[in-house]
Nanobody
Framework: QVQLVESGGGLVQAGGSLRLSCAAS????????VGWFRQAPGTEREFVSV????????KYIDSVKGRFTISRDGAKNTVYLQMNSLKPEDTAVYFC????????????????????WGKGTRVTVSS
């Protein structure tokens, strides 16, 4: 099975940028669809973005479209989430997760779909 470790979180002012990394070990991350989820205090964990095994396909929640970009680097066994134009409402703990199933653009990805999880990295956006 794969182990996932997130990094790159921190404190940033509104309008700033962060790049989150999800490093895999134990298996090649290319064997998985990988998603990013986030959980703000007092809320449920929500889907943010997902990328197919090849990296050719991805999807995002509406609130981050045009600001966040998901990508993957097989050589580094890592998936990234580039976050630009950050807003205070982006404040949350961000988790990466891996799904062994085949990617589908019509699929709605939820926490129940993902097989493996990292422990998260905290992102705080100040106004």
């Amino acid at each position: 099975q794969v182990q996932l470790v997130e990094s790159g979180g921190g404190l940033v002012q509104a309008g700033g940028s962060l790049r989150l990394s999800c490093a895999a070990s134990g298996r090649a991350i290319g064997a998985y669809v990988v998603g990013w989820f986030r959980q703000a205090p007092g809320t449920e964990r929500e889907f943010v973005s997902v990328i197919s095994r090849s990296g050719a396909n991805s999807k995002y929640i509406d609130s981050v479209k045009g600001r966040f970009t998901i990508s993957r680097d097989g050589a580094k066994n890592t998936v990234y989430l580039q976050m630009n134009s950050l807003k205070p409402e982006d404040t949350a703990v961000y988790f990466c997760a891996a799904d062994a199933a085949i990617y589908s653009n019509s699929r709605i990805y939820t926490t129940r779909d993902m097989d493996y999880w990292g422990k998260g990295t905290r992102v705080t956006v100040s106004s």
